[in-house]
Every structure is written in structure tokens, then in C-alpha cells.
């Protein structure tokens, strides 16, 4: 009887295999449009605020703990190039990294995690400003600022956009509004996860007005992720394989394969 049941398995497993191979470049569709929202804030109602390009928050605490991409985190660091780097306690020293493309900012630190608002050089030190409030139930996190190159231009060209996390792990991206003529960087919004090395991108080039996104992890027709990383790839495979394979049942706290 030992022997049907594990040939049965086998034979699954295969077809998963082939299922797999379909499936390995597929990614969720992990952001939702929704109805425009905006929390408006100006430096002095946020709890702080900076206009300093090349500025960081340093590693501050959430007030909440939040689980988002499998991982949890409690501290977060803010910085003026537009994004949020989540820390996981006090002693997580952020990467502090500043200007350059998504890629570089990925290769700085792969393990990290990023909430990228609208990742460029963003020049807030004439005109604008960023900042962040903080909620028993949500972090909002603030941009009122100057594009790179735009600085020059008589009076700031000002993009004002915000992500806010909630402690339930949703994320929310409103854009209110972009006001700029020239721009050659990589102006990049959405999540990078540095514990499965995952980049879901919700805008690139350009940033959107009068619009609000929302995550709220994948897609439920993705069963075949099994980390949860809204990205299908062998390593969803091999942990799903090895638990078919060597337990007998799924997730059994007492099988150690």
C-alpha cells in the first residue's frame, strides 16, 4: 500500500513538473486600481519632515509590527530618493544607499526590503520637502518634490505622491500629482522583498495623476505560489515536492525532509 501511495505521488509530482514549466515566469497581477484617495499633509503636520536631498530618516520605529512578503518587520528607514527601506527591530542597520537606477539600488543590497514610492533622484532641497505620519494603524509616507534636472526651473517642478502601510500588510500608492519636463533616471514605484529577492513593479518612467493603487499580496488564482511572493519559480516547486514526497501529509510540524 506504501509503495501505490508513493508511486501516486510520483506521478503527481510530474505533472506538477510540466505544470511548473508553464508557470514559472508567471507573475500575479499584485496591484489593484482604485478609487483616487489622497492624505494630504504639509512639513508641519507630519511628525517629521526634511528637505534635504540625499536625506534618511534613520531606522525608526513602526508602532506596529507588519508581515508583508512572507517576512516581518517592525522599523522602517525613509529616505529622499523615494523609498521606504523596512527594518526588522532597532538593530537592523539600514543600507543608507542614495541616487542611481532600481538595479543598483537592488544590487546595494539584495536582502533588503523596499517600499519604492517612486524611486529617483529626487531634488528636494530648493523647493520640496518628504516626510512621515504615523498611525496606530498605518505609516504614510510623504513626497512633495522636485524631479532630478528640475531644480533649474523657476519656481520647483514639483511630484506629490505618497505610500502609506497598513498594519495588515496592504499598501496603498496614491499620486496626486507630477509636474516635470526632464527626467533620465528610473522613476520606479511598487515592492522589492530582499528575503525572496522579488521585484513586483507597479509604475516605471513616469508617474501617474489623480490615481491610487492598492496591494494586498497575490492573486488567488496563483495556488501555485507557495511562498507567497507573487511570483511562480522552482523554489515553490522543490518546497512543495519535498513535502509531497517525504510527508505524509502538508505543512506536518513532525516531518523533517
Known amino acids: 500500500m506504501k509503495t501505490l501511495t508513493m508511486t501516486i505521488k510520483a506521478i503527481f509530482v510530474t505533472f506538477l513538473v510540466l505544470l511548473f514549466a ?15 484617495e ?9 511628525e ?13 520605529a513602526l508602532g506596529f509590527s507588519v508581515t508583508i512578503g512572507g517576512a516581518s518587520y517592525s522599523y522602517f528607514d525613509m529616505s529622499s530618493d523615494g523609498y521606504i527601506e523596512l527594518l526588522t527591530d532597532a538593530g537592523d542597520l ?29 531634488m528636494s532641497l530648493v523647493y520640496g520637502y518628504y516626510g512621515y505620519k504615523l498611525f496606530p494603524d498605518r505609516a504614510v509616507f510623504y513626497y512633495d518634490t522636485e524631479t532630478y534636472k528640475d531644480d533649474s526651473v523657476a519656481g520647483g517642478q514639483l511630484n506629490n505622491f505618497e505610500v502609506i502601510l497598513y498594519d495588515d500588510g496592504n499598501v496603498q500608492w496614491n499620486f496626486n500629482y507630477a509636474y516635470y519636463r526632464y527626467f533620465d ?45 507573487c511570483f511562480v519559480n522552482w ?18 510540524p513532525n516531518c523533517q525532509p
Not at 489622497?38 to 507630519?46: A, G, K, P, V
Open 94 to 122: 539600514p543600507t543608507g544607499y542614495g541616487w542611481g537606477s532600481i538595479s543598483e539600488l537592488i544590487s546595494f543590497d539584495s536582502s533588503a526590503t523596499y517600499l519604492l514610492a517612486a524611486y529617483d533622484d529626487l
Open 235 to 252: 523554489a515553490d516547486f522543490e518546497n512543495f515536492a519535498d513535502q509531497w514526497l517525504k510527508c505524509a501529509e502538508l505543512n506536518d
Open 185 to 229: 533616471d528610473d522613476l520606479f514605484s511598487g515592492l522589492y522583498f530582499g528575503n525572496t529577492q522579488t521585484l513586483l513593479e507597479l509604475t516605471r518612467y513616469h508617474i501617474p495623476e489623480q490615481k491610487s493603487y492598492l496591494y494586498s499580496g497575490c492573486d488567488d488564482w496563483l495556488t501555485l505560489d507557495f511562498n507567497n511572493d
Open 38 to 46: 489622497f492624505e494630504d499633509y504639509n512639513d508641519i503636520t507630519l
Open 22 to 36: 508553464i508557470a514559472t515566469s508567471v507573475r500575479a497581477s499584485s496591484f489593484r486600481q482604485q478609487a483616487f
Open 48 to 60: 517629521w519632515a526634511d528637505s534635504c536631498d540625499y536625506g534618511f530618516a534613520g531606522s525608526t
